[in-house]
């Protein structure tokens, strides 16, 4: 489900809850199989955001658990203006909670449904946002394998200035970005939007297959209504495999060109992101600093990729200290719900940090279990109760020799802010440091 939808009649909104502390729950925007999406304030900054409640139960009964990760997997490597930011990925035992951008302007699909059809030239800024976007996502070794009106979302009600973002990457194929000529194999898409290779089943190209649906809704956009359509699943795949398209009469020359082009059943001939760059059609009011700030995003490399991953001997620099920001880890994914999260700089080395956990976790009665690199993507220890449940997650990230970056996180049950109780990232600071207080503040006993 996108970040945000329309209500739909049946989903009913539930009381304000303030959600492990730090967001305000607002009204429900939307509910589906799996999810509901509401509104929600981050309590400290006061901005607005949608936040995706997903039942884990559900998802786990249905096997698409898969899903979650490719889209937590997908999100994580991309910032760009035109793609959904995933914030935080938060977990309770029974729910996991999306915080991503808000999208005022529900999704592209009712703004069509809306206008029946969309004057050229703001279906061409909308194409170059979505394509601007496909562009920079490629690049990262992402692709999308799902694109349609209804996965696209509008940050706001404007019908003359639409901005565009592409979200619900739960299909997503991610690869590494140096991966040359990448084929894949897995049948998925919506049926009206999907490329004719992929129900070949055989091996495609996930670029070929997204600008495949970048035609279709590039035809969506202009005529109002579907290329193929059929309510015949049979019928509707003979005709995308012919691919044979009627033209409304108000369609330019140059759009059927172009939209011709991009539904070229065969894929190798099928025109790529370089040659949708340099379409007539597409460059019209676009002047070459435009076209660059279009594509720059391909070569800038600031929000590099972090992977799950690390190398055990590497120092953090950084981009690595900005990755750590709270919300991208999937630690407390299927365990308890994180709480509190903390990280503060010891002058020593990582073992001497985690050895020193060792030592008070014996002193409080608790189970401590070391995690080698490589063992869940992590490195540090996880702190248990006596009953076996989760009490926090330590790591000791090395800056450089003798200077690490400690981070905790406490855990608690499967209430949405229940407290965390003696053992909270107060206690493990003042442990791990000796002192209570971060340097410049003063925190009473």
């Known amino acids: 489900m996108p970040a ?11 009381a304000t809850k303030v959600l492990f502390g730090r967001y305000e729950l607002g009204r429900l925007l939307g509910c589906g199989a799996f999810a ?14 949608a936040i995706k409640v997903i039942s884990k139960p559900r998802v786990m009964r249905s096997g698409l658990a898969s899903n979650l990760r490719r889209e937590i997997l997908a999100l994580r490597r991309l910032r760009h203006p035109h793609v959904v930011r995933l914030h935080e990925v938060l977990a309770s035992r029974t729910r996991i909670f999306f915080v991503m951008d808000l999208a005022r302007g529900g999704e592209l699909f009712s703004l069509v449904s809306r206008c029946h059809r969309l004057p050229e030239p703001v279906a061409r800024l909308l194409f170059h946002q979505l394509i601007s976007a496909l562009s920079f996502c490629h690049s990262r070794g992402v692709f999308h394998r799902d694109l349609k009106p209804e ?20 299909l997503s194929a991610c690869l590494a970005p140096s991966t040359p000529n990448p084929l894949l194999s897995t049948i998925c898409g919506t049926p009206a939007y999907v490329a004719p290779e992929v129900l070949s089943r055989n091996p495609y190209s996930g670029a070929a297959v997204d600008l495949w649906s970048c035609g279709v809704i590039l035809f969506v956009l ?20 012919r691919g044979e398209v009627r033209f409304p009469r108000w369609a330019s020359p ?9 539904l070229d059943t065969n894929p190798q001939t099928r025109i790529t992101l370089d040659g949708v760059l340099t379409d007539p059609w597409f460059r019209i009011d676009l002047d070459e600093q435009k076209l660059t700030a279009m594509t720059r995003f391909r070569q800038e490399v600031e929000d590099r990729i972090v992977k799950i991953e690390r190398d055990d001997h590497r120092d953090l620099n950084a981009f690595d ?9 999937l630690s407390g994914l299927f365990a308890g719900c994180i709480v509190e999260r903390e990280r503060f700089v010891l002058k020593e080395e990582a073992p001497a940090v985690l050895d020193r956990v060792e030592e008070v976790g014996r002193g409080e009665g608790l189970v401590v279990r070391r995690r080698a690199r490589g063992s869940a993507g992590r490195a540090g220890a996880a702190v248990e109760g006596q009953d076996g449940n989760l009490v ?20 608690s049950g499967d209430e949405w802010d229940q407290p965390v109780g003696r053992w909270t990232c107060r206690f493990w600071r003042k442990r791990l440091t000796g002192s209570a207080t971060e340097p410049g503040r003063s925190d009473p006993d």
């Not at 945000?4 to 539930?14: D, I, M, T």
């Not at 140059?254 to 991009?262: A, H, K, Q, T, Y």
């Not at 200290?321 to 880890?329: E, F, H, K, Q």
């Open 321 to 329: 200290l900005v990755a750590l920001s709270p919300g991208l880890d």
């Open 392 to 411: 926090a997650w330590i790591e000791a990230h090395r800056l450089m020799p003798g200077l690490v970056v400690v981070e905790v996180e406490v855990t």
């Open 151 to 170: 996965n696209l979302l509008l940050a706001d009600d404007s019908t003359t200035q639409p901005f565009l973002k592409i979200s619900d990457f739960g």
């Open 4 to 14: 945000s939808v329309p209500e739909k009649p049946g989903c009913e909104p539930r």
């Open 254 to 262: 140059d759009l059927r060109r172009l939209i011709s082009r991009l």
């Open 36 to 49: 509901k999406v509401y509104h929600a304030r981050n309590l400290s900054t006061g901005q607005s955001v």
């Open 222 to 241: 202009t005529a109002g209504f579907l290329p193929f359509n059929d309510p015949n699943l049979m019928n509707l795949y003979r005709k995308i495999r």
